[in-house]
């Protein structure tokens, strides 16, 4: 069974072409449109990896993070944070909320790929 990943971005282009990248290596891939959706969607299926975007409405990234850590089943999932934001205080507030990881945007396709295979 292939390995299955939630991304969420609230900006559909950027959410589809992400799950496109990932499609395309063989992963299963779920998508949400924020924070609120990949909970609903974490809630009804586990996930083994979740990359998701830090500014979206109704519930953000870091947020997203701390909600899924709540949950015993993604305790070891790597959840990755892909976002325009780079500033040293909000990558410190992500990995204390349980960041695995901090991607900027625009990202690379190998790179993400390198990533998410490490973890995955």
Do not use: C
């Not at 953000?60 to 949950?71: H, K, S």
């Amino acid at each position: 069974m292939n390995k299955s990943i939630l991304v969420v971005d609230d900006t559909r282009s950027m959410r589809k072409m992400v799950a496109a990248v990932l499609a395309a290596a063989g992963y299963d891939v779920a998508e949400a449109g924020d924070g609120i959706e990949a909970l609903e969607a974490a809630n009804t299926r586990r996930f083994d990896l979740v990359v998701t975007d830090h500014n979206m409405p109704r519930m953000d990234g870091v947020t997203l993070v701390r909600e899924l850590r709540q949950l015993a089943e993604y305790d070891t999932v790597a959840l990755i944070v892909l976002s325009t934001e780079v500033d040293p205080a909000l990558k410190q507030k992500g990995r204390e909320a349980g960041a695995t990881g901090w991607m900027a945007k625009p990202f690379d396709p190998q790179r993400m790929l390198d990533i998410v295979g490490k973890f995955i």
